[in-house]
């Protein structure tokens, strides 16, 4: 056995075995994210590699500690992507910790999430074993899905060692339209009926630019998909614009992939504190719900079923009340740089109610009994 695996073995086992808990790391880029940062950092990034990648079976096998970057660069040299588009929030970030934080880009409301192409999974538990669930095939669960169960779960049940995630090819063609002069509400309305439409759109995102001169609303959007579906989406899209009265534009293939992955890393203007006293919050809603009112800033993705937004913590109760009052949540996604863990007492993510807390401990029971991963991550401890 690789001798980095048998080090995390260990290091588990010994916690266990000495009432320790473990904090599990790999480039540590979203570090950032949850409640407290307890435990012995157990870094992960020495257990690293591509296992064995099959182009023709869309399928590839990596370690923990593979750096995201060298992921993706091997699959673009034969073609291919991670079609949920992980964001990176820096460089570093590592295969495990994009599985752990279960997090998607700009795609996820057209092409599925982190869990979606999650085939197979070795991890280490509470106890120090080291179990294998899932393959490298879609058919081939018998039982519970636990391998997917670990996307998303932020290294609270165990220490992902190798995952096999199943790829796709890239589009044979790309288009990003940029559309001027919709308001949020017919932004939405537009994006929600080419949903229902044979179109091949893949991304959007809506945002007003409060620093323009005048101020303008500004929504993206991008295709892709066969050559000729792209070419016609382009027409008949820009159509149903113009009708509305916006302006559109085609925009720079270059410039636009810049962009989609600067919205995936939060690297855009809009994503940088109005000031050190805001947090900023995550709304995840169904698509069709309706324009909030809310005195905050937005940026809307995903179709309207991403909604991000600045605004103190001490909002955090009207926030969360509204997001359920339309079939939502909301997290609290990045603290404020004034007071971090005064706004994070505030509740990082929407309380569990009763039964989803009693699974969720349930879970945890089972993979670490021990608490060796009890970091208070999720949920403060």
Same mark, same amino acid.
């Given at each position: ?19 320790? @808990? ?38 590839? @096998? ?6 995201? &970057? ?17 964001? =990176? ?40 074993? =080291? ?60 994006? =929600? ?6 179109? #091949? ?10 620093? &323009? ?10 295709l892709r998909g066969a050559v000729a579906a792209v070419q016609s989406a382009k027409v008949k899209m820009s159509a149903d614009a113009l009708a ?28 940088? &504190? ?11 809603? #169904? ?17 309207? &079923? ?5 605004? #103190? *913590? *001490? ?13 939502? =949540? ?19 993510? @929407? #309380? ?22 009890? @970091? ?6």
């Open positions: 056995m690789d001798a980095e695996l048998n080090f995390l073995i260990d290091a588990v086992r010994a916690a266990a075995g000495q009432g320790r @808990t473990l904090r599990l790391r790999g480039g540590g880029t979203k570090d950032f994210w949850g409640h407290s940062l307890t435990g012995e950092v157990l870094d992960t990034r020495g257990y690293r590699g591509i296992v064995s990648y099959e182009p023709s079976e869309l399928v590839v @096998t990596v370690r923990c500690g593979t750096p995201l &970057a060298e992921l993706e660069s091997a699959l673009a040299e034969k073609g291919q992507c991670l079609a949920f588009e992980p964001p =990176h929030f820096g460089e570093g970030a590592t295969v495990g910790g994009m599985v752990a934080a279960g997090l998607s880009g700009p795609a996820r409301a057209t092409v599925g999430a982190v869990r979606d192409y999650v085939l197979g999974a070795r991890f280490i538990n509470g106890l120090g074993e =080291h179990l294998t669930f899932g393959g490298q095939v879609m058919k081939n669960v018998a039982g519970y899905d636990v391998s997917r169960l670990m996307a998303g779960s932020w290294g609270t049940l165990g220490l992902i060692t190798e995952v096999s995630l199943k790829v796709l090819p890239v589009a044979p063609a790309e288009a990003s339209l940029m559309i001027v002069g919709l308001a949020q509400g017919p932004a939405l309305d537009l994006l =929600h009926r080419w949903g229902g439409q044979p179109l #091949p759109l893949n991304a959007s995102a809506w945002v007003r630019d409060t620093m &323009a001169q005048p101020v303008a609303d500004y929504l993206f959007v991008r509305l009265g916006a302006q559109v534009q085609q925009m720079d293939k270059a410039e636009a992939v810049q962009d989609w992955r600067a919205s995936a890393d939060q690297s855009l203007a809009f994503f940088e &504190a109005p000031s050190p006293d805001v947090c900023l919050w995550r709304l995840s809603l #169904p698509q069709t719900a309706p324009v909030l009112d809310l005195p905050y800033p937005f940026y809307t993705e995903w179709q309207g &079923a991403q909604r991000w937004l600045w605004a #103190p *913590s *001490s909002a955090a109760v009207a926030l969360r009340e509204l997001a359920q009052s339309v079939g939502g =949540h909301a997290t609290l996604f990045r603290a404020s740089a004034a007071h971090a863990s005064l706004d994070k007492a505030a509740g990082v993510s @929407t #309380p569990l109610d009763a039964v989803q807390q009693r699974i969720q401990q349930q879970l945890q029971q089972q993979f670490d009994p021990k608490g060796v991963f009890a @970091t208070g991550r999720l949920q403060p401890i």
